[in-house]
Each structure stands twice: as structure tokens, then as C-alpha cells.
């Protein structure tokens, strides 16, 4: 059942009869936080693209999917977001219903596809590192691409059913058109568990076999059987593993506050505190603009290129400025045409 205009305008206007009630550094703060969730998410994830665009070391089958996850987290920041930070500001949504619903599939989109992008990566790293013999012919540069195109496939199928079930309604908690939890106890169920606890589940046994394994090999357990690891392997593993790690947790309070509204709403929406629910959302709303700086930090060839990236970038404008101001200069010392020799002769005969 779809939320026709009418329902978006009444719930708009009880938003912003709640939004009134709150102090004024509630929204301040809200909005601040949002900005710059924004501006980094969308800084960061564009310096990892062009990062790998540039980088012939980084264009390698496993970082297809890390620029798949970069363009997942772009778009909240390109759209959905922008619209939360203009509902926030103008205490409620004046935006329509067709704004509405794109917003909250566009969002829906974003999380699903971070977390199917993620269990690749997961299931990239285990190949890699735990089946190293067999990673070449499962991650050519085509079959690389057909994983991310049928994750993007699968992604749309996942979030289509929001569409039908109506469940993508405006918050005034959250300033959001977002996934709303007490529209469907069993839908809701399905998507926690399918969207989020069954990744999480393949994720960490993928992350478990791979740490059994380096630990074995450094402990030099049956060498003969074990792949040889180099220090840049378990420097990547990791840096995708707290990328992993971070998502859960921005994620699964979330997550699990919506499993806990399905199975019993009666009773447990009136226990879960609004400061509560509304940490929870930003929390998960912050986590699209970490991953970037987990690259930088923890891989040094990324990091390596986000600094020619920006001193590119800052080069190329001091140098358009330099230029700028040389033309001005060259344009200020050029005589002037009245102050030639030919034309002084010419004022002094007349």
C-alpha cells in the first residue's frame, strides 16, 4: 500500500509540530553533522575512484568492487542526503511524495549495495588468499565486472518490494523518507535478516578462514600446503577487514532496533527512547563516508595516490592562477596607445 500525498502532508505537518518541541541545537547539530558526513563522502569516495582510475597498481579485480562500494556510498550523498539536510533546516518535508519515494529507494539502494559490495570484497579476499591457485581464473578482469553488475542486479531486486509494500515513508524522528520498520513485521524481518545478518554471517566466515590462515602461516603450520603471504596481502586483508567492521557497527543498532519493533511493536516501541533511534540512523548515515578514510589510513598505495591527486589538484590551480595574474600584470605594464612616441608627435602637431 503506497502513502498517498495527503498522508506525506499530514505526516509532514506532525514532523514539524515535533521538530518545533526540540531545542534549537538538536537541528544545529543534526544538520553540522550531516554536511560534513557529505562533504567528506563525497571528497573521499571520489579521491578512491579516481585513485584506482589513475593507479595502474591499484587496477586489480578486488578493487572493481571497492570502487562498486565507493559508487554505493556516493549516492546518498549525491541525493538522498541533501534532501534529509533541507528537511532538517526547514523543520519537516516540503519536498512532495515523488521526491520522497526516490529518496528512500535511492537510500535503500545505497545500504544494500555497500553490504552486497562488502560480502564480495569478502568473498575476493577468501579466494585470494585461501584458494591463491584457483584466484586468477574465478577474477579475470570479465568475470570481475559480471560479479559487480549481477551485485548491482541483485541490489535492485532487494530494494523493489519497498515499492509495493509501502514502506518507504517519511520519519520526523529522522528528517528522512526512509525504510519504515512497523509497516510489515514479516517483511521487516526478511529484509534484517537478508540484508544484514546473513551478509554479516558470510563476511565473517570468510574474514574467520582468512585469519586461521595467516595465523597459520606465521606460525609456519604445515608451510609445504600454505600459501606464501607478503606483508601488502595482510595489510589489504586488513584494511578491509575494519571497513567490514565498521559498517556492523554503524549498522547494527539499527538493524537490530527494527528486528526488535517487528517481532513485538506494541511493546517495544514505547521502551526505545527517540535519542536512541535518532543516533542510530545517523550513526548508519556516517558510516558512507569512512571508508575512504580507512583506505588512506591503512593502505599506503592509496595513500599514495590521494596526495598526487591533491597536489595535482592544487598545482593546477596555483599554476591557473599564476597565469591569471601574469596576464593582468602584462595587461597593467603594456603602454598605454596614447602614451606612444607616434601618438605624443601626433598631440603635440595638433
Not at 509532514?12 to 541545537?25: E, I, N
Not at 590462515?213 to 575494519?242: A, G
Request: aromatic residues 14%; positive net charge.
Amino acid at each position: 500500500m503506497f502513502m498517498n500525498e495527503s498522508q506525506l502532508n499530514s505526516s509532514s505537518r506532525d514532523s514539524t509540530d515535533s521538530v518545533l518541541d526540540r531545542p534549537p541545537w538538536v537541528t544545529t547539530t543534526l544538520g553540522c553533522f550531516l554536511i560534513f558526513t557529505i562533504v567528506v563522502d563525497i571528497l573521499g569516495n571520489l579521491l578512491v575512484i579516481f585513485s584506482v582510475y589513475r593507479n595502474k597498481k591499484l587496477r586489480n579485480a578486488g578493487n572493481i568492487f571497492v570502487v562498486s562500494l565507493a559508487v554505493a556510498d556516493l549516492v546518498v550523498a549525491i541525493y538522498p542526503y541533501p534532501l534529509v539536510l533541507t528537511s532538517i533546516f526547514n523543520n519537516g518535508w516540503n519536498l512532495g511524495y515523488v521526491h520522497c519515494q526516490i529518496s528512500g529507494f535511492l537510500m535503500g539502494i545505497s545500504v544494500i549495495g555497500s553490504i552486497f559490495n562488502i560480502t564480495g570484497i569478502a568473498i575476493n579476499r577468501y579466494c585470494y588468499i585461501c584458494h591463491s591457485l584457483k584466484y586468477d581464473k574465478l577474477y579475470s578482469d570479465k568475470n570481475s565486472v559480471c560479479y559487480v553488475l549481477i551485485i548491482w542486479a541483485l541490489t535492485v531486486v532487494a530494494i523493489v518490494p519497498n515499492l509495493f509494500v509501502g514502506s518507504l515513508q517519511y520519519d520526523p524522528r529522522v528528517y528522512s523518507c526512509t525504510f519504515e520498520q512497523s509497516a510489515s513485521s514479516a517483511y521487516t524481518i526478511a529484509v534484517v535478516f537478508f540484508h544484514f545478518i546473513l551478509p554479516i554471517m558470510i563476511v565473517t566466515y570468510c574474514y574467520l578462514r582468512i585469519w586461521i590462515l595467516v595465523i597459520q602461516v606465521r606460525r609456519r603450520v604445515k608451510p609445504d600446503n600454505r600459501p606464501k603471504l607478503t606483508p601488502h596481502d595482510v595489510r589489504n586483508f586488513v584494511t578491509m577487514f575494519v571497513v567490514f567492521v565498521l559498517f556492523a557497527v554503524c549498522w547494527a543498532p539499527l538493524n537490530f532496533i527494527g528486528l526488535a519493533v517487528a517481532i513485538k511493536p506494541e511493546v517495544v516501541v514505547p521502551l526505545i527512547p527517540e535519542w536512541l533511534f535518532v543516533a542510530s540512523y545517523f550513526m548508519a548515515y556516517f558510516n558512507s563516508c569512512l571508508n575512504a578514510i580507512v583506505y588512506g589510513v591503512l593502505n599506503q598505495n592509496f595513500r599514495r595516490e590521494y596526495k598526487r591527486i591533491v597536489v595535482s589538484v592544487c598545482t593546477a590551480r596555483i599554476l591557473f592562477q599564476e597565469s591569471s595574474n601574469e596576464a593582468v600584470e602584462r595587461f597593467k605594464s603594456k603602454p598605454s596607445p596614447l602614451m606612444t612616441n607616434n601618438n605624443q608627435v601626433k598631440v603635440d602637431s595638433v
